[in-house]
C-alpha cells in the first residue's frame, strides 16, 4: 500500500488531485501538511485524512507515510524533495519541476545518487485525449508531421486577482520562477517532448507589454525537434481575448487541439474531418496518480521521470531566456 502524505495541501489539491488518491487501487492518503495549522486542520476533517501538520519535516518522518506529494509553489520545491529524499521517501511533484533548470538538474541527480524513485506530475500524458493523440500520429494517419503551432492567449488578470493571495504567487518570479508562462506552459510542452521527443535547437523571446505584473506576459518559442519537426508557440497574457489552440500539421492531413479549453481531437485529411470527444475527468489527476502508484510499488516504469521533468525546465529557459 502506498501511503501517501500531501506537502500543502491548498486548491490545486482539493478536485484536481487530493481525493484521487484514496480511489486508486493500493493507494491512501494518510496525511496533510500546510504552515496554516487551521488550514491544514480543516482540509485533513473535509476530506477524512487521519492526520495533519503544520511541519512539513513532521509529515515527512511520520512513520505511516511512505510516499510524498509535494503541491506547494515552484519556488520550495527542490527543499522539500530534498528533504524526502534525505529521508528516503519517493516523491511525486508538481509542475513546474522547480523553479529553473538547475534546481531542477539538482533534484534529479540527488534522487539518481540516493535511488530514490520520484515522478514529475505532467500529468496530462496519461489523459486519455493525449493517450489517442498519440495513437494517431504514431498509426501515421496525418503522414510525416512537418509542423506544430500553437497560440494561447488569456486577458489580463484583474484588479481583484493581483490581490488575491491565491493568484498572488504565480505572478512573481521568486517563487513561480517566471510568471504566468512557468505556470501553464510546462503543460503544454510537456505534451511536446512526450509526442516528439528531444529537441536540438529551442529558442525564444519574453517580454512585458502590459506590466502588470513583473514578469513577461507575451512568450514566443521555436523548437526543432531531433527528428525534424519544428514547433512555433506564441503565449500572450495581455489579450482581449482568450484563445487555445494547437494544431499539428502533417504530409497528409493535420490535427486540432485544445490544452485547456476542450475535449475534442479533430483530425482533417483532404476535406474530410473526423472528430474524436472525450469527457472531463472529475480528477485530472487520477490516471497520472494510478500509474505513480503502480512504479512506487515496482509494478511499472517511471510516467515521468526527474531527467525528463529537468529537461522541460531547460526548455522554459532556453525560451525565455
Not at 486508486?24 to 501538511?33: D, E, I, Q, R, W
Not at 500529468?123 to 500520429?137: A, S
Not at 482533417?268 to 497520472?288: A, C, D, R, W
Request: proline content about 6%; hydrophobic content about 40%; some cysteine.
Amino acid at each position: 500500500m502506498i501511503n501517501w502524505g500531501i506537502i500543502g495541501c491548498g486548491d490545486v489539491t482539493e478536485i484536481k488531485s487530493g481525493p484521487a488518491f484514496n480511489k486508486v487501487p493500493g493507494s491512501k492518503l494518510v496525511a496533510v501538511m500546510r504552515r496554516n495549522a487551521a488550514k491544514a486542520e480543516d482540509y485533513a476533517r473535509r476530506h477524512g485524512v487521519p492526520r495533519w501538520y503544520a511541519d512539513a519535516e513532521e509529515l515527512i518522518h511520520d512513520d505511516e507515510v511512505n510516499a510524498i506529494y509535494i503541491a506547494t509553489p515552484p519556488s520550495s520545491h527542490e527543499a522539500y524533495a530534498l528533504a524526502a529524499i534525505k529521508a528516503g521517501k519517493p516523491v511525486y511533484v508538481e509542475k513546474p519541476m522547480t523553479v529553473n533548470y538547475a534546481a531542477a538538474q539538482n533534484l534529479a541527480k540527488a534522487a539518481h545518487v540516493a535511488n530514490v524513485k520520484l515522478t514529475v506530475a505532467h500529468y496530462r500524458r496519461r489523459w486519455p485525449l493525449f493517450q489517442k493523440l498519440k495513437e494517431l500520429l504514431e498509426g501515421n494517419i496525418i503522414g510525416e508531421v512537418r509542423l506544430v503551432r500553437l497560440q494561447f492567449d488569456q486577458q489580463p488578470p484583474t484588479a481583484a486577482q493581483l490581490s488575491d493571495e491565491k493568484y498572488l504567487w504565480r505572478f512573481d518570479p521568486a517563487i513561480s520562477g517566471g510568471g504566468l508562462f512557468h505556470d501553464l506552459a510546462p503543460h503544454q510542452l510537456d505534451i511536446l517532448y512526450y509526442l516528439f521527443g528531444s529537441a536540438k535547437v529551442v529558442t525564444g523571446l519574453a517580454t512585458n507589454q502590459g506590466a502588470y505584473y513583473n514578469a513577461p506576459d507575451l512568450v514566443t518559442g521555436t523548437i526543432q525537434f531531433n527528428n525534424g519537426i519544428v514547433f512555433n508557440g506564441s503565449w500572450c497574457f495581455a489579450a482581449a481575448e482568450p484563445n487555445d489552440v494547437c494544431e499539428i500539421i502533417g504530409s497528409k492531413g493535420s490535427i486540432r487541439f485544445s490544452f485547456f479549453s476542450g475535449h475534442t481531437i479533430e483530425q482533417k485529411i483532404i476535406g474530410e474531418i473526423t472528430q474524436f470527444n472525450f469527457s472531463p475527468l472529475p480528477h485530472v489527476q487520477q490516471p497520472m496518480i494510478a500509474e505513480v502508484v503502480s512504479y512506487f510499488s515496482g509494478h511499472s516504469a517511471n510516467p515521468c521521470s526527474a531527467e525528463e521533468g529537468a529537461e522541460i525546465m531547460r526548455w522554459i529557459g532556453q525560451i525565455t531566456k
